[in-house]
């Protein structure tokens, strides 16, 4: 079954440092968002992207992140200058045309700002 | 006013009791809900989505929508331990912006 796969599964830095997130979404879906949920509290929608483009954003997705797709497979989440709140689980996910709201998770990458 | 209210629970129900979840939202321009799972430690998972008001049934999984009240709710028949995870809802807010409330964590005991 095609699954929506995530690199690092652990990623830790030092507080300033930008990381770059991976993402592979499923291959046919043309709908991608990055999600993140801080230990024990609920799923923050950060951004979604469709056509090259950021469809939505919300209030977090300030200018300390952006999203890329630098080619046909990758989905990327950098945060440029991290801050030690940062430090959460990011789910990317995608969904296809027909069933848009249908979302795939990745298992996530669980992030530990020092 | 937070756009999407959940009891977080825990809420405790017998092997074999109906469980029931319930979601209210704010934005009166939702117009498609959608009930994911998430266990522990693993990420979210769709189980049921709603259109239009009533109830919408999928296997032990019932899902009920009030546009009038801003209200879904998710019923759990024959509740099994394996049931036993966080239920999300999810209005659609917006294109492409599916927001998720807090969660309520099912314990289903054996």
């Known amino acids: 079954e095609p699954e929506v796969t995530q690199t690092p599964s652990h990623q830790v830095t030092q507080m300033g440092q930008e990381v770059i997130l991976r993402c592979v979404p499923i291959?046919?879906?043309?709908?991608f968002y990055w999600y993140r949920q801080i230990l024990g509290q609920k799923v923050e929608f950060l951004v979604s992207f469709y056509n090259n483009e950021i469809s939505e954003k919300s209030e977090i997705f300030d200018d300390q992140f952006s999203v890329e797709r630098p080619d046909g497979s990758n989905f990327t989440l950098k945060i440029r200058s991290t801050k030690l709140e940062d430090s959460a689980m990011y789910f990317c996910a995608s969904s296809d045309v027909q069933f848009a709201e249908k979302l795939f998770f990745g298992s996530g990458t669980q992030l530990s700002v020092l | 006013q937070k756009e999407v209210e959940q009891n977080s629970g825990p809420l405790s129900v017998p092997e074999g009791a109906i469980a029931s979840l319930n979601c209210t939202y704010s934005d009166r321009g939702s117009q498609s809900f959608f009930w994911y799972r998430q266990y522990s430690g693993k990420s979210p998972e769709l189980i049921m989505s709603i259109y239009s008001n009533g109830d919408k049934e999928d296997g032990r999984f019932t899902a009920q929508l009030n546009k009038a009240s801003q209200y879904v709710s998710l019923l759990i028949r024959d509740s099994q331990p394996s049931d036993s995870a966080t239920y999300l809802c999810?209005?659609?807010?917006?294109?492409?912006?599916?927001?998720f409330g807090t969660g309520t964590r099912l314990l289903v005991s054996p």
């Open positions: 999810a209005p659609n807010t917006g294109f492409q912006k599916l927001v």
């Open positions: 291959s046919n879906h043309l709908y």
